[in-house]
């Protein structure tokens, strides 16, 4: 089954066609990378998807419903996670209260109350720090649990942003960049918890990566972006021997 449908989807920004008439499908339960040269307009995809741009033409839908026209909120709330090249994490909480503050969303806390007033709102419920803890068990997350995400080493940072949008139960997960700035140790890891998001968590994931090796080792299905157009989609053996490709990354 398709969980996501992009079909023909343009965005411009005066005058400038970021991506232009983006169509390909997301597979329920596939990993799904997208590629692409710098500037060729994956981000704006995600920003489109995600409900932070409306596109200039085409349609989103998610389970065959429309989701285009959805504030970002409402993306998430229909099952859309996402994370982001730049984090954005709450620097002054701790990591346990950051994942807890996702968390308790459900219970009708609402994040501004953590940002304004966090000490005060510190009411958390024992079944939300448990949930928390069995999350930051699983992204090797729970010997920081009392740190301030701004004390974190960059790699643990972005550990803690994935972790973060799991916590509100997504569908579908879109990961931007999520091994940039990683070393290799890092990335092997990043790789477990994609797989296990995946395969234990039953989580569609579309990934945006530069790191060709990651991408081969956890996609089944990559869509090449050049100049804001696809330029191609296959198996990332199929793309990796695309001549097209080769002659995008090269610039050639
Ligand atoms: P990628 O993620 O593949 O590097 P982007 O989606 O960031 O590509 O950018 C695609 C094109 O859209 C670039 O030319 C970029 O400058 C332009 N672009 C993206 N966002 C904006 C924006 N908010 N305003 C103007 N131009 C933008």
């Not at 983006?22 to 339960?29: A, H």
Request: charged residues 25%; glycine residues 8%.
């Amino acid at each position: 089954m398709e969980l996501l449908q992009i079909k023909q989807v343009s965005r411009e920004f005066g005058g400038l066609k970021a991506i232009q008439d983006v169509s390909f499908p997301v597979r329920q339960g596939s990993i799904h990378g997208v590629i692409g040269p710098n500037g060729s307009g994956k981000t704006t995809l995600f920003n489109v998807i995600s409900g932070y741009y409306k596109p200039t033409q085409g349609e989103v839908w998610f389970e065959n419903k429309p989701i285009h026209a959805l504030s970002p909120f409402q993306v998430n709330r229909a099952g859309l996670a996402r994370t982001f090249q730049n984090l954005r994490l709450f620097k002054k909480m701790t990591v346990l209260e950051n994942v807890c503050a996702v968390l308790d969303r459900e219970s009708g806390i609402r994040i501004w109350d953590y940002v304004v007033a966090p000490k005060r709102v510190f009411r958390i419920e024992k079944e939300t720090i448990r949930k928390a803890e069995a999350l930051l068990e699983v992204f090797d997350l729970l010997e920081w649990r009392d740190f301030l995400a701004e004390n974190l080493p960059y790699g643990v940072q972005k550990r803690l942003e994935i972790a973060r949008a799991l916590a509100t139960h997504p569908k579908l997960l879109l990961l931007d960049e999520p091994a940039a700035g990683l070393n290799h140790t890092e990335t092997d890891e990043l790789a477990r918890i994609i797989r296990y998001i995946r395969d234990e968590r039953g989580i569609t994931v579309l990934v945006i990566e530069h790191d060709m090796k990651l991408m081969m080792t956890i996609c089944e299905t990559i869509t090449v972006m050049n100049e804001g157009m696809v330029l191609t989609e296959g198996t990332p053996n199929q793309v990796s021997k695309n001549k097209q490709v080769i002659t995008a990354y090269l610039g050639g």
